[in-house]
């Protein structure tokens, strides 16, 4: 049967998975809700969105995202409070990059209304699947791909927004071990790294493989040019305390705009902690290891949230930081999960409720 919500066509699923979810041991994106939020976009124009039953795609082997890899996506979390009213964080932010993303991936831009009124359509039927249980959250991704026909290398004319949902408790068991790498680079100048596209995380397997031998969970990405600059980590900015500063690199072309960056640096700011967004060398944070200064490195990003870096490796050596009581991280991830959750005032305007 079809239902009608917000122009989004809804047709429900005849049965649901959801007795099978053990949702007091959630791992991260590894099971998916009953439906989906599905919008295409042919003749030139995107069609309305459709709330479907969760199920496999078809797609023919000429489709252009097999060869040419236009392929763009996003991660977002819906929360719900402990009076079962579900909340999102920021969504126009994850609207607004999903469509900067587009624009350089040569894809069609997204109308506000299919990405909003669809997630929230897809939220109200899927509602009984956003866990409650503290550090779990509903995981959303939206994604977008080119579905159009061709081996000619140029943009698709077919394209197929997707909205998937998976609840997921955290990211990361524990603390993070990172190395800095001085060999491979993320992202180049001019190129698509600001951009959240497929082809940026596949280049980051091999490398980071390569450090997981050797014991390292995640990798630091450094500049392109001398691996001289810290810039971003697999799927979280960085952040870096040296005495009481915190420091984290400006976005460019080769950083991902991180939504929890701005985010964090925003309360910092409120919290009276000293933030300075500059260009941050290896050099310096070795130094700072080596005499003290070091305080604190962590990871900023949605589905990680603030995490605790325990230790980096630079050319072979291991600089452990130190327990601290009063971390900047522990302070941060309280007051953004606790605007997040509905436990603190927000006096940012970032929750947005999902009605
Ligand atoms: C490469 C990269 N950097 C940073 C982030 C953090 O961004 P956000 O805080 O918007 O999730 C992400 C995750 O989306 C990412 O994939």
Redesign the pocket.
Known sequence: MEAVMNNVTIEKAKTSKIKDVDFDNLSFGSIFTDHMLVCDYKNGQWQAPKVVPYQPITLDPSSKIFHYGQSIFE?MKAYKDESGSVWLFRPLENFKRLNKSAKRMAMPELPESSFMDGLTALLQVDSDWIPQSAGSSLYIRPFMFASGNGFHASPADEYKFIIALAPSGSYFSGKVKVLIEKQYSRAANGGVGFA?TGG?YAGQFYPTRLAAEKGYQQVIWTDDNNHEFIE?A????VFIRINDTLLTAPTNDRI?D????KSILDIAEDEGIKTEIRKVSVKEVVEAAKNGSLKEMFG????AVVSPISAFGYEGVDYDLPELEDSYAALLKKRITDIQYNRAEDKFGWRHEVV
């Open positions: 991660g959240k940026n971003e697999g799927a979280m900015n991902l991180g939504i929890t960056r900023a990003g949605t589905a």
